[in-house]
Nanobody, 129 residues
């Protein structure tokens, strides 16, 4: 069982920023892509961003491109999601997840929740207007 722990969520005003973190004690973390998803009340889980194990390949949902940035520090077993220019529509629980397969990911596969086999418990992001 792989344990992922998100942190960094909170309450922020519209236009503000947050940086989410996803950490794990798993030693092979750097060989897997990691994705960020979010789920607002009453809505389906939505893909946000994903990054390859090395961090050199990134994929973003169109709605988040240019505002959100995924990065990772494999020395710390941590993946980050920088959220900028937040709006109330970004209010959701944000989850990180580890891709099921080692190595790379296609943009199409990266956006599918079914391609991830380990998930964190989520961190709440609330944006006030």
């Amino acid at each position: 069982q792989v344990r992922l722990v998100e942190s960094g969520g909170g309450l922020v005003q519209a236009g503000g920023s947050l940086r989410l973190s996803c950490t794990t004690p798993e030693r092979t973390f750097s060989t897997y892509a990691v994705g960020w998803f979010r789920q607002a009340p009453g809505k389906e889980r939505e893909f946000g961003a994903a990054g390859s194990g090395s961090g050199t390949v990134t994929v973003y949902a169109d709605s988040m491109k240019g505002r959100f940035t995924i990065s990772r520090d494999n020395a710390k077993n941590t993946v980050y999601l920088q959220l900028n220019r937040l709006s109330p529509e970004d209010t959701a629980v944000y989850y990180c997840a580890r891709f099921a397969s080692e190595g790379g990911m296609s943009p199409r596969a990266a956006a599918l929740p079914s391609r991830y086999n380990y998930w964190g418990q989520g961190t709440q992001v609330t944006v006030s207007s």
